[in-house]
């Protein structure tokens, strides 16, 4: 049984409120079955101190136990528990039992205080605290007469990390039944984690990831010498198959929905073979499978001419990403999707001639449908479910008791049927203030519905009404926002988008008509207002089989029938109205399916940069590594059948980490910009180049860049399998000034007057947020302990420089002594600048401490630091609007100066939080010999999910995003031998 160093007393406590306790509170020891791999943990709890606390409800009692975290449920009570992390075999269940402990019952008035509440704070001076408060007592357990938690050891699956599956555990020393007022203290526990399958051993390579992998594991795991045995893979979760684009392929981009003309003339300038084709063997292709086209104007020998033209139906995008969508345009099938040999030729539009024409029932109306939607504002937070795009339109605001706030939407409408029908409406809103929301809906002054819901939520109504309220041309949509809730002064909902579905009669407006028929028959139509002679109707209810209908024109009525056994949407409309393409280009797509080689780096770039990134592919391979450039497009072609899509990213890395030659790829580098509005919904949004992965992670923000979710690509969890960087290039200058910082700096001569410095910076706001110069001090100089001794945690040997605001710039005006400060020591060189504290987008606190301004006054292209930014959205680098970059890109993309890399947030979060990503990372950096900004980010990330209360900090995992190439080699004056901690429990930090 090995005996395991527990975290020991904090010299200075985490919650600086609380009363500083005495002496170490446990021990472990630690014991692995070699046949089950069954985990004996059994951990000593030996002194324990109460400390007077606060709760919404009043004073409280907190329960204070050296080296332990705290567990985090707001509102629930708030306990000592020991977090881990073990590795599991790759299949099977995991559980865990205690098999004995010793206790003691504690009776008296055991009042614990609920765990905190983390909110966002009114914006104070630019900046938006993300602060811990005191939170009421959860009713449903204070008032229930059990302990609580019920378990006093629990266990569940975190996930793979590429090979290795992770499981973390939580043991309870204390329980604590509130109307009982009894607290039981459990002095020892014994406890066993245990595998249902039991283990296998793999061998050979299988059995070995590379070495910087293992280095991470051995850090984190508390059973590494057992878990590196039982890699595996899940047994699902995996499967991704990409999409062979057919050989000498022409992309054919659309906006629109309706009837394309590709004509003779776009065919040649995009440099299509139209004197060498057979049209017979044409084909267009969608989502992978071959659609129906007509060709018109054919030579007499069946060649296309200068008449010719390629006739087919495109469809709008649909998706977030997409500005436009793709249709293939070849000579020869792909490999999949195609439903006839090559030799029976391209699939072809039926014409179709109505042989009981004679037998129609004349039909004069049709349904129609108005789809209205504004895109004008982005609210991340709204609602906070994933699946929403998050804009909105205009807002409705009632201000004042029993006020009523309202918007006008106007509808221009076909001409309307007079007939004995129903039209229907339906709206979406969001609600956006919590409380009760009344809604009434008027058209054309008339009242129409009346609805209500409730809170920040996305709500969706439906109604229906007379149709003789609806007239032709312009009607009035009035939207009502009726403040009349007890106690609410305000309210607030915005407008997502409105759908009238009405029945028009049979006229064309501007020589078009698009309608679907009231349902199967034979039926005969007669549509007049056409001013034109070449009109044409098409069948496009499937949108894969689309019919020319055929009809006549005569005195400005085009007639035609159908005989059908279901409901059918037709397009009629002049020849003249058919639409052009955005663009025509040969696809020239690389094949990604496979490599002869394995790949240890993938750099994805815009097309647009990807000439400016293959110096740095040609840099890391000279130094070793198997490098691929990517263009952005090849992927979007054969995961996404061409479209933008920031799953097809994702898509492509777990393809090829899954499918590629082992060892399976390590690096990943996103070479591009990106932002929320790829659509470019906003005049004043910039073009989006390589999306960022937009979800629901942050707590109170709701949606921001998880470019993590890019590398999460093992099982279906959060974890990273990859290192990954985003280079926030606008242009191929941003590009190549970034590649040459990186190699700058990596072959510069290690320069102890600077390689071994570090700056750290420091708010001086104190409160739910974290004491941040305490946390600041505590990596700079808290220290470990180890098997074999204590170590800094920051080596000796590296000297601290501390700019903390309030405490060292204290003139008349602190914040700008405390700017030109920070400016000379980052001008003077520094291997590492960390910041703990309030942040904005564009600044470091309230006070602006250190500000995009002052970074034209850094001049330190031979000192580039790398930057932690232990904040909040100093890297919310997706903000669309021009000119708003934010401070983390900022930096690193600045020509010659500034940082060589910064690992930044892209969200809100906790300094305790930060804490523990700050604390891996110098772990990770200095004691388990990581030398790669990649490496050791991922190790950061991992050793707060190893060791936080479970679920507290998981939006940091996504969050957290890396500006800068994840293969850098960290300059360090010197590397520390690797320290085997592999038998003790993080964090081991003792606070001076």
Aim: aromatic share 10%; hydrophobic share 40%.
């Amino acid at each position: 049984m090995l005996l395991i160093m527990p975290p020991s007393a904090l010299g200075q406590s985490r919650s600086p409120q609380l009363e500083e306790p005495s002496g170490a509170s446990a021990h472990m020891a630690l014991n692995i079955d070699d046949d089950s791999g069954e985990i004996t943990i059994e951990m000593v709890t030996s002194e324990f101190t109460f400390a007077d606390g606060m709760s919404t409800a009043g004073p409280c009692k907190e329960i204070v136990a050296p080296g332990y975290e705290q567990s985090s449920v707001p509102g629930e009570p708030q306990l000592p528990i020991y977090v881990g992390l073990v590795g599991a075999p790759p299949s099977g269940n995991i559980s865990i039992e205690i098999r004995s402990m010793e206790s003691v019952t504690l009776t008296g008035n055991m009042n614990i205080c609920p765990a905190p509440l983390a909110a966002a704070q009114p914006d104070a001076g630019g900046v938006t605290p993300f602060v811990e408060e005191p939170t009421a007592p959860a009713p449903d357990v204070y008032a229930l007469d059990a302990f609580y938690p019920q378990q006093s050891a629990v266990i569940s699956e975190l996930g793979f990390m590429r090979s290795q599956r992770l499981a973390r555990f939580t043991l309870y020393p204390f329980q604590v039944d509130h109307v009982t007022g009894q607290l039981i203290y459990h002095r020892f526990m014994r406890v066993a984690i245990r595998f249902s399958e039991g283990v296998t051993q793999t061998s050979g390579e299988s059995a070995v990831e590379d070495e910087a992998f293992e280095r991470v594991m051995r850090g984190l795991l508390l059973n590494y010498n057992a878990a590196r045995n039982w890699r595996g893979f899940p047994l699902t979760g995996q499967e991704v198959t990409a999409w062979t684009p057919p050989a000498d392929a022409y992309r054919v981009w659309v906006s629109q929905t309706g009837i394309y003309r590709l004509t003779y003339d776009e065919l040649v300038a995009a440099g299509f073979p139209v004197d060498l084709v057979d049209p017979t063997q044409l084909r267009m292709m969608y989502n992978g499978q071959e659609i129906a086209i007509r060709i018109v104007g054919q030579q007499p020998d069946g060649g296309l001419g200068p008449d010719s033209a390629i006739l087919f139906y495109g469809e709008a995008p649909k998706e977030r990403f997409a500005p436009a969508n793709v249709y293939w345009l070849s000579l020869q099938p792909s490999q999949e999707g195609l439903d006839r040999s090559a030799e029976s030729g391209g699939r072809r539009m039926e014409e179709y001639s109505n042989n009981r024409a004679a037998q129609a029932s004349s039909e004069t109306m049709a349904v129609t449908q108005l789809h209205l939607e504004e895109n004008s504002n982005y609210v991340s937070s709204l609602p906070m479910e994933p699946g929403f795009d998050h804009w909105y339109g205009r807002r409705i605001t009632a201000v004042g008791a029993g006020l009523t706030g309202q918007q006008d939407i106007v509808m221009d409408l076909d001409p309307v049927s007079s007939g004995n029908v129903v039209a229907r409406l339906q709206v979406a809103l969001a609600g956006n203030v919590r409380g009760p929301h009344h809604l009434r809906i008027l058209l054309n002054r008339t009242q129409i519905f009346e609805g209500y819901w409730e809170d920040r939520t996305y709500q969706t109504f439906e109604t229906t009404f007379d149709h003789t309220l609806l007239q032709a041309g312009e009607n009035t949509l009035r939207l009502q926002l009726v403040n009349d809730a007890p106690g609410q002064t305000v309210d607030m909902a915005y407008i997502d988008w409105a759908k009238l579905t009405y029945t028009r009669s049979l006229q064309a407006q501007d020589n078009h008509v698009d309608f679907t028929n009231r349902g199967p028959g034979n039926w005969k139509y007669s549509i007049a207002t056409f001013d034109k002679n070449e009109v044409e109707a098409y069948d496009v209810t499937d949108p894969t089989k689309v019919r020319l209908v055929l009809g006549a024109v005569e005195n400005g009525r085009f007639d035609f029938s159908d005989y059908q056994a279901a409901a059918r949407h037709y397009i009629v409309s002049a020849t003249a109205n058919q639409l052009a393409p955005l663009a025509i280009e040969q696809a020239n797509s690389t094949d990604l399916r496979a490599t002869s080689t394995h790949v240890d780096y993938i750099m994805i770039a815009h097309p647009d940069l990807v000439d400016a990134i293959r110096p740095l592919a040609d840099y890391r391979t000279r130094h070793g590594l198997n490098v691929m450039v990517v263009n952005l497009q090849d992927i979007y072609d054969q995961f996404n059948y061409g479209r933008a899509s920031a799953q097809a990213i994702q898509d492509f890395l777990k393809y090829a980490y899954t499918n590629w030659p082992a060892p399976a790829v390590r690096f990943a580098l996103l070479v591009g910009d990106g932002n929320y509005d790829p659509l470019g919904y906003l005049t004043t949004s910039e073009p989006s180049l390589l999306p960022p992965y937009l979800a629901m992670v942050d707590p109170d923000l709701g949606e921001t860049a998880a470019d993590n979710r890019y590398a999460a690509i093992v099982g279906d969890d959060l974890i990273p399998d990859l290192s990954i960087g985003r280079f926030p290039a606008k242009t191929p200058a941003d590009v190549t000034a970034m590649v040459e910082k990186t190699m700058r700096y990596e072959q510069a001569p290690i320069d102890p007057n600077w390689n071994q410095g570090i700056l750290f910076v420091a708010d001086d706001l104190e409160g739910g947020g974290g004491a941040f110069q305490n946390f600041s001090n505590a990596i700079a100089d808290g220290y470990i302990e180890t098997n074999s001794g204590r170590l800094a945690l920051v080596p000796e040997e590296y000297a601290r420089t501390k700019l903390y605001l309030g405490a060292g710039c204290e003139d008349g005006a602190p914040a700008v002594q405390c700017r030109q400060e920070i400016v000379d020591a980052v001008n003077e060189g520094r291997l590492f600048v960390s910041y703990v504290g309030h942040g904005a987008k564009q600044y470091w606190a309230e006070e602006q401490i250190f500000n995009q301004d002052a970074l034209f006054q850094l001049h330190n292209a031979n000192r580039l630091p790398i930057m932690l930014a232990m904040t909040c959205l100093e890297g919310f680098f997706h903000e669309s609007e021009a000119n708003s970059d934010a401070f983390g890109e900022m930096i690193v993309r600045l020509p010659q100066n500034g940082a060589v890399a910064s690992w930044s947030p892209t969200g809100f979060g906790l300094a305790s939080g930060h804490d523990y990503l700050e604390t891996g990372f110098f772990l990770g950096l200095f004691h388990q010999g990581l030398t790669t900004m990649g490496e050791a980010t991922t190790f950061g990330k991992m050793h707060m999910m190893a060791h936080a209360p479970a679920n507290k900090y998981d939006d940091l995992l996504d969050t957290f995003v890396l500006f800068g190439d994840p293969a850098l080699t960290v300059r360090s004056a010197g590397r520390e031998p690797v320290v085997d901690i592999q038998h003790q429990f993080l964090p081991i930090l003792m606070r001076d």
